[in-house]
């Protein structure tokens, strides 16, 4: 269903809250009776008066616990909440078979639910909904209509909505819409009126007579049933598909009708609904001929409310948009009406009435009349408006004077705060810039020292003496061992070879030292899905460490030499030799830390700090670009050049016109995103409302030259960073999906390059991780069946980044697990256990474990398959993270599920269980525990049984 108007309209929903109006009889009894007043004010100013009718109950239970729950009450930023603790007490007292006592509890949990939806998840958690919706089933009528309020003001939050709708809570209050309860009626109508501002539930509301229901209740005798009616139909209004829809069904002659009320929010529910259906060209013509004009006229000319004049304005501007209805509009008297718009004190309504009187014609600046009499009236009106200008200018004077006064003093405040801030930069420069210089200096000494001792080695073993007789330690020389090698003697390569590079990390652990490691007893939840925030074939850094070798001493000094030309700058060859010499020594990881030591990044920093991206960078500023980028390969460099204040420059370089230059920002930027605190700066400075549009230009340029080729890069790294600064955290995810970038991934998954589906599958999983409107919003693009093809692709990698991607976008999300179950993606996973590749496996073996966790359908499904023997057998496997994902599938394969439980005990589960209860690996022995529970539940005896009796045999064999 499309939201989007082809003409303006007032697109946002209104959310109805339901509370009874605040009497509070009795608190003064009450608050003199009890020591404890400290909550006292909070219980008056939450309007709780059900909550007081229980302290005064005459049942001693009762009282208490209400006292208890009332001790539970605290403000938190101008929000009364109560804890879990008092929401446990009202929870009790509903088990009591008191009936008032019930509907006073139902009625204080609808005023906490009514106050703030911050009460909605404790209410949900320690009440509990099937509690709910059976009192709302209730023959009583004050428990019904407690427990529909309470349903209605739950409705408030977007993320109770699918519980209401799918548990039982639309269909009862659907069946309570002929009661003769006026009460329940408006409860039941604002209910409505919060499920109608999700897209998604429309339909569910119209179903079986729903919009008819909402006529009826807006041609009651009840104002406050009118206005939820009148703002129901103002939401349903903004779907496209019904604006026809309710004009069909007779809903304009009903709108009209309010537009004559004198409640002002019945006014406003009104003309909101209007302003939203004359946003659709086929209902104008119906619009004009319903006698709309003239309550509009009356409303534009009489009404103060500014939210109802918009509305007006806006109608007006929508109507005045088509020309056959301009001479009907001035016969209304519309065009008065629009010229006290015209003149409103606000800017959006003035806006709307200008524009409908331009459509119109009608100038605001003229009086009609002759050509004598307009001379002399704007003349009179110029004599006027200079009158009201000066006596305006006059009492704004001393204002304007005092305002400026104040605008000085926060300057001069801003300049000394500048001020301070600089001399403690410059303060903190100096000391780096001297502790650098110091330990360059040491350095440089001890490698002249062993460049001598190197010599006169040398010469004495050209003597005929033997050179082993001389060593270094510590500066010093001295006799070594028989039969060892000094370290002065050994070949010194002047061009380094980095220490070998580790193998490839899984997808399933965290590059980032700031993210958990495998073997962290928190990085079970960090690697549920096999994301991480490394890029394919990318090695992180490894951890620093202390040690000094004898080739970073050589190293350490060919830093210092390169320093030295960097710290007193002054011709731009030098400077870009030492720049290319310092590049050079950075690719090598264990370098890195003595660049950062030696005080480089700061001056790298310094070099970009006044760039012009317009005019591109010079060669020093490349040098000092690419060199940060590499460096910022290592954790700790990550955060040495975010309090360099370097990352603000990174981005003012995203605006480079040329693709090379730009490509090498989008990697620096890349880097420096994986830790958490980079991150958030570059949220909060629109990183990712900047580069998608530019990913998404990228990828759709068909030229094949060199320049794309660079484009094509970029666009890869945008992605990846998208993967990286989304992962694990909620806001990020929030703005990609509002910028439009969860449909940009999802077609890239239908590019016909390879590396771009490997990056975007990635993404679109981090996107979604523990995100249910995203991970909707896949489910309604039709991706699984293009996610099921890639499963099976000939791509090894490919198969891999899929599989982990499935696990994000599917956990926690049933209906997505069975979409992709019903497209046949189980069987693909289950044929990738049986890969040679461990990191095909993990990720398998990951989507395996989100896919189970709670369907009892893929738990059956893979009874019948290779499935638990395959898992079992990955159990004694090298692979830290295989061992932790493998226990964790067959836990949720055994959970609840007894026959599951059979057949994977008589697998032969128990050894390599023993074994993982045994290890020192934490996440390893937890899960482990976890398996046993699942294992023995309902089916304790036989678990224990199989224990015994492979203790026994491994006793007895030792």
């Known amino acids: 269903m499309s939201f989007k108007a082809s003409k303006l309209s007032h697109q946002q929903a209104t959310k109805l809250k339901t509370l009874p109006r605040p009497r509070m009889k009795g608190t003064k009894e009450w608050f003199l009776q009890h020591k404890d007043k400290s909550n006292f004010l909070l219980l008056g100013e939450a309007g709780l008066e059900p909550l007081l009718n229980l302290c005064n109950h005459e049942n001693p239970k009762i009282r208490s616990l209400a006292e208890e729950s009332v001790s539970g009450l605290k403000k938190v930023e101008g929000d009364i909440l109560m804890s879990s603790k008092g929401l446990r007490n009202l929870s009790d007292i509903l088990r009591f078979k008191v009936l008032q006592a019930q509907s006073d ?25 099937q509690v709910i919706l059976i009192r709302a089933k209730a023959l009583h009528y004050e428990i019904q209509r407690a427990a529909v309020t309470l349903i209605a003001n739950l409705a408030l939050n977007e993320d109770n909505h699918d519980m209401i ?24 109508c604002n209910a409505f009126t919060n499920l109608a ?24 005798d009840d104002d406050e049933l009118i206005c939820g009616a009148a703002h129901c139909l103002a939401n349903l209004a903004i779907a496209e598909e019904l604006k026809s829809t309710i004009v069909k069904e007779g809903g304009l002659p009903i709108l009209v009708k309010l537009l004559k009320s004198y409640n002002v929010m019945i006014l406003k529910g009104a003309t909101t609904a209007v302003a939203n259906l004359s946003s659709s060209d086929e209902n104008l013509t119906k619009l004009m001929d319903s006698g709309l004009l003239e309550p509009l006229v009356f409303l534009g000319r009489k009404s103060k409310n500014p939210d109802v004049l918009f509305r007006v304005a806006l109608t007006f501007n929508n109507l005045c948009s088509v020309e056959k209805f301009h001479e009907r509009i001035k016969a209304g008297g519309a065009v008065n009406s629009l010229k006290v718009l015209a003149k409103s004190r606000d800017e959006d309504v003035k806006r709307e009435a200008i524009e409908a009187l331009t459509d119109l014609g009608v100038s605001i600046s003229h009086k009609k009349g002759g050509a004598s009499d307009e001379d002399e009236s704007e003349s009179s009106t110029a004599g006027t408006k200079s009158r009201k200008k000066r006596r305006e200018e006059e009492r704004e004077r001393p204002r304007d004077e005092g305002k400026e006064r104040e605008r000085e003093r926060e300057e001069k405040d801003k300049e000394k705060e500048a001020l301070l801030v600089s001399l403690e930069k410059e303060a903190r420069e100096a000391n780096q810039k001297l502790a650098a210089e110091r330990e360059a200096r040491l350095a440089l000494e001890q490698f002249l020292l062993n460049r001598s001792l190197e010599d006169r080695s040398a010469a004495i073993a050209r003597a005929g003496a033997d ?6 330690t510590g500066g010093g020389s001295g006799a070594a061992p028989a039969g060892s090698v000094s370290s002065s003697t050994r070949p010194v390569n002047p061009s380094p070879v980095p220490n070998p590079s580790p193998a490839p990390a899984s997808l399933s652990t965290i590059g980032d030292a700031e993210k958990p490691q495998i073997g962290s007893a928190s990085s079970a939840s960090q690697t549920q899905f096999g994301l991480s925030t490394t890029t394919p074939y990318e090695v992180e850094d490894q951890e620093e460490d202390d040690q000094v070798t004898d080739e970073d001493k050589l190293e350490k000094a060919n830093i210092a030499l390169v320093m030295v030309d960097l710290w007193d700058p002054k011709e731009d060859e030098i400077i870009e030799r030492a720049l290319t010499r310092l590049n050079s020594l950075a690719q090598k990881e264990r370098n890195r830390k003595w660049i950062r030591t030696a005080g480089a990044i700061p001056i790298l920093i310094k070099f970009l700090e006044k760039v012009n991206p317009e005019k591109g960078l010079t060669k020093c500023e490349f040098l000092s670009l690419i060199t940060l980028a590499t460096l910022s390969r290592n954790v700790l460099n990550r955060d040495d050049i975010r309090k360099s204040e370097g990352l603000l420059i990174f981005m003012k370089l995203l605006v480079l016109k040329d693709p090379k230059l730009l490509v090498e920002d989008l990697k620096a930027i890349k880097e420096l995103s994986k830790s958490s605190l980079n991150a958030r700066t570059f949220r909060d400075e629109k990183l990712i ?4 549009p530019m990913a998404v230009a990228y990828l759709s340029d068909s030229d094949q030259s060199k320049t794309n080729n660079y484009n094509f890069e970029s666009a890869l790294t945008i992605i990846d960073i998208i993967h990286i600064i989304t992962l694990d955290n909620p806001l990020s995810q929030a703005i990609v999906r509002e910028s439009k970038g969860v449909q940009f991934l999802i077609n890239c998954l239908n590019n016909p390059s390879v590396e ?22 896949i489910r309604k693009g039709k991706v699984f069946n293009r996610v099921v093809q890639m499963l099976s692709d000939d791509d090894e990698d490919l198969r891999k980044f899929t599989a982990g991607g499935c696990g994000a976008i599917c956990e926690n999300d049933q209906d997505n697990q069975l979409a992709f179950r019903k497209l046949g993606g189980i069987p693909p996973l289950v044929k990738m256990l049986n890969s040679s590749n461990n990191l095909v496996k993990e990720q398998a073996t990951a989507a395996i474990r989100s896919l189970t966790k709670g369907n009892a359908k893929i738990q059956n499904d893979l009874r019948d398959t290779s499935c638990i023997t395959l898992l079992i057998n990955n159990m004694s496997s090298d692979n830290d993270a295989l061992r932790v994902h493998s226990v964790g599938a067959l836990m949720e394969l055994a959970r609840d599920n007894p026959r599951n439980q059979e057949l994977i005990c008589a697998a032969g589960v128990i050894p390599p269980l023993v074994t993982a209860l045994k290890s020192d690996y934490k996440v390893l022995q937890y899960l482990a525990a976890g398996a046993v529970w699942a294992l023995a539940k309902k089916n304790c005896m036989f678990v224990l049984c199989l224990f015994k009796r492979w203790l026994t045999i491994n006793w007895s064999s030792s």
């Open 689 to 692: 409302e900047i580069i998608l």
């Open 467 to 472: 050179p082993t007789a001389l060593t270094l």
């Open 756 to 777: 771009v589906r490997k990056h975007s599958i990635r993404a679109l999983g981090s996107v979604s991780a523990n995100n249910r409107k995203i991970q909707q919003m």
């Open 197 to 220: 501002t999700d897209e998604e539930n429309v339909q569910a509301i119209l179903k079986d007579g729903g919009l008819r229901v909402i006529f009826d209740f807006a041609l009651s």
């Open 165 to 188: 709708l799918n548990e039982g809570g639309l269909e009862q209050m659907k069946s309570l819409v002929n009661s003769n309860d006026i009460k329940l009626k408006r409860a039941i």
């Open 105 to 129: 509890t139902l009625m204080t949990l609808a005023i906490l639910a009514g106050n703030t939806d911050q009460n909605h998840e404790g209410i949900i958690l320690d009440i509990g909904w």
